[in-house]
């Protein structure tokens, strides 16, 4: 087929058009392909600038997780600022880091003056300490709300690569002092994201130091309390002891003569044995004289001079007056050893105790309070199972039980100890027929110097310390008491598990 | 729309009616992009619209017809284009829900400009198949082409009809495809 010349010019820029069409869609997609290589690029771009950013994130986000953890931690406080030391150098980049404190603008000498070094931790190193806290500027003594950092010159310190800046911060410690961190950098300044997160840091270090500082005086005012604790303690033996002597003192009238009434027929029967002893010497120079003079001696003579001194009596009296008077030396020596037993201090330790032992030597020390217009009956046997107890202090609240039962029965009555054994203890009864006490009185009875008594006759002191020796006792008191008629107490001791 | 299409109208055109007659009808057209189509462009929908129109009117067919035409002639050249996967399935129901699920995503992943109809399957036995054809571009002949093509590809004989249509006034488009 042939075209005629029109046909082929229309034809030939039919196919011209085509083709520059083709050109230009060539050029076109070319363009297009390098706009997608651009994209690429770029996109490739910002995602390792993104993967930078999460890793720098992450750091610091370890960063601040490890200071917190650290700040929140119980190690001590230096240690933890040390540690914070540690973490903000490394995070930075830094070569050298610090720690130091101030007192009102002077620095503190430290025992050991470390300073971090870079990839070789805490090392003395003078040099850099006085550098940096040359740096410092600890004069203003002023609290910085965030880091600072300058820039240093720092030929003299002869480092194979230069430093370029400090940076630091401070923080209140104890008192009036101040806690410096600063670090060395090769960088020229700190970079601000950086800063946002030493910031963050900071204020956990801020709160963290508080924190501690506070836990720190609650120990002191802890150890404070301790003391005065230990002293009350000791006011309160002390207390203890005194009104045991207090009620000695009260019982001192009975107690000598006690010991007066033995002493007294002791003297008696010595000044007796005194006159045997003179007709037993008469005998014998009578029989001596009788011996010189006749040489011989009879049996009827001798029988004769010995009834003329009653020697039979005599040796049989004396036998007797030498048992009563070693009775009476033993009572004698019974009351001591009781009294010592009862003024000596003892421990507070609290053992198994047997109340009959307790009652029984209360009873030998109180009991002259007693004269023979009173009755004592005591129930209590070898039976009453032990209570855990201080039997010093134990008999000391019996006696002053005691004493105030015989004061309450001036003109005669019965005093009755007895006790009955429960599921959960043992309980005391001890009771008398005394004049009693009215409500008001029972009510005040454990108040410390509450006394019906008139003045110069007991402390006042004598329930309330019994009472609080039977509360460490775990014991319980309660007081039946009907005016004229008696009171009666009862004393709950709890079971030995 | 995505430059693909364009250029292979452009051979379609080219293919049926020469490069005079694209000549013309670009000439006509007066298009903004000049007719300067790359695969890897995009361009004016109302591009396609208006050279399809021009077919229409110079030739003389139904809008349907140049629609249904060109895609069942085009499912061939979108096949070598398509995800290497595309061609592992041997059966036109099953292309088509890959079309929805795997074929038009992966075309989305490389051409995040393009926009791709969404199917919804509506029912299916072993020979008949429904679906709604969802596109603000309103190309159902144009899918209808597209499958007549893909029959042609997997061997089947299909018949594509729609029960109901946009086109016809109803307020969607139900493609129904039936295996004869
Ligand atoms: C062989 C694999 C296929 C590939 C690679 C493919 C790819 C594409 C591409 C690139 C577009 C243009 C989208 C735009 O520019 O916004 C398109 C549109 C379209 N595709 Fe597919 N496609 C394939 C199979 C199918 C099949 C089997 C159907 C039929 C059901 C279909 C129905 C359509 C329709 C109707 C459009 C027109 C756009 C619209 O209606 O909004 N495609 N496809």
Not at chain 1, 193 to 210: A, C, P, Q, W, Y
Not at chain 1, 254 to 283: C, M, T, W
Not at chain 2, 33 to 43: A, H, P, R
Request: a negative charge.
């Amino acid at each position: 087929m042939t075209l005629s010349k029109e046909e082929l010019e229309k034809r030939v820029s039919v196919l011209e058009r085509k083709a520059l069409r083709e050109k230009k869609a060539r050029q076109l997609a070319e363009n297009q392909l390098e706009k997608y290589s651009l994209d690429i690029y770029e996109a490739n771009q910002s995602l390792k600038a993104a993967l930078a950013g999460s890793e720098q994130k992450q750091l610091e986000l370890e960063y601040l997780a490890h200071t917190s953890s650290a700040v929140a931690s119980e190690i001590p406080l230096r240690e933890m600022v040390s540690n914070i030391v540690d973490l903000t150098g490394e995070f930075c980049c830094a070569r050298y880091g610090l720690f130091v404190i101030s007192e009102e603008g002077q620095w503190l000498t430290e025992k050991t003056p470390k300073v971090w070094i870079s990839e070789q931790g805490w090392q003395e190193n003078n040099a850099i300490k006085e550098f940096v806290t040359d740096l410092l500027p600890v004069s203003n003594n002023d609290l910085l709300a965030s880091w600072r950092s300058a820039e240093i010159k720092n030929n003299e310190l002869n480092e194979s690569a230069p430093l370029n800046s400090i940076f630091y911060t401070n923080v209140a410690w104890s008192g009036k002092k101040i806690g410096w961190l600063a670090f060395l950098s090769q960088e020229a300044e700190l970079n601000q994201d950086l800063e946002v997160i030493l910031n963050t840091s900071k204020e956990h270090l801020v709160s963290g130091v508080r924190r501690r500082l506070t836990d720190i005086r609650i120990l002191q005012r802890n150890v404070q309390l301790q003391d005065s604790i230990s002293s009350l303690e000791k006011a309160r033996r002390q207390l203890i002891q005194s009104e045991k002597m207090a009620s000695l003192g009260q019982l001192a009238a009975g107690v000598a003569h006690e010991i007066n009434n033995p002493i007294a027929f002791i003297r008696s029967n010595l000044e007796v044995l005194q006159d045997y002893l003179h007709d037993y010497k008469k005998l014998t120079s009578e029989v001596q004289t009788n011996l010189t003079e006749q040489t011989t001696l009879d049996t009827s003579q001798f029988s004769e001079m010995c009834k003329k001194i009653d020697l039979d009596y005599i040796e049989e009296d004396s036998e007797d007056l030498l048992k009563s008077n070693i009775e009476g030396l033993d009572r004698v020596k019974e009351i001591v050893d009781n009294l010592k037993g009862f003024s000596h201090a003892g421990d507070e330790a609290l053992v198994a105790t047997s109340l009959n032992n307790c009652i029984q030597s209360a009873l030998k020390i109180a009991g002259n309070m007693f004269k023979y217009e009173h009755k004592v009956i005591n129930n209590i046997s070898a039976e009453c199972p032990p209570v855990l107890g201080n039997s010093g202090q134990l008999q000391q609240v019996f006696v002053n039980l005691f004493v105030n039962a015989a004061h309450a029965m001036e003109k005669g009555g019965v005093l009755t100890i007895d006790y009955t054994h429960i599921k959960e203890g043992v309980v005391l009864h001890i009771q008398d027929t005394g004049c009693g006490m009215d409500k008001e009185t029972v009510n005040q009875l454990f108040t410390p110097f509450f006394t019906t008594k008139p003045v110069g006759i007991g402390t006042g002191l004598g329930l309330s310390v019994s009472y609080a020796i039977l509360e460490a006792h775990g014991a319980q008191v309660s007081v039946d008491s009907q005016l004229n008629l008696g009171t009666t107490f009862h004393i709950k001791f709890p079971t030995i598990d | 729309m995505k430059g693909i299409v364009f250029v292979k109208f452009n051979e379609f055109v080219e293919e049926l009616w020469g490069e005079e007659f694209w000549d013309t009808l670009l000439d006509e057209a007066q298009l903004s992009s000049e007719g300067i189509y790359t695969t890897v462009g995009t361009y004016d929908d109302e591009e396609l619209f208006t050279l399809i129109g021009l077919v229409v009117e110079q030739k003389n067919i139904s809008p349907k017809d140049a629609q249904f035409a060109f895609g069942k002639w085009v499912f061939k050249e979108l096949l070598n284009a398509a995800p290497a996967g595309a061609h592992n399935f041997k059966d036109v129901f099953e292309f088509l829900h890959a079309v929805q699920d795997f074929i038009h995503v992966e075309v989305k992943k490389l051409n995040p400009d393009a926009l791709l109809p969404e199917f919804e399957f509506l029912s299916e036995t072993p020979n008949t198949l429904t679906f709604l054809y969802q596109s603000p571009r309103n190309l159902c002949y144009f899918c209808e082409g597209i499958v007549h093509g893909l029959a042609e590809h997997t061997g089947q004989t299909v018949e594509v009809s729609q029960t109901e249509c946009q086109h016809q006034g109803d307020s969607r488009c139900v493609m129904e495809v039936v295996k004869v």
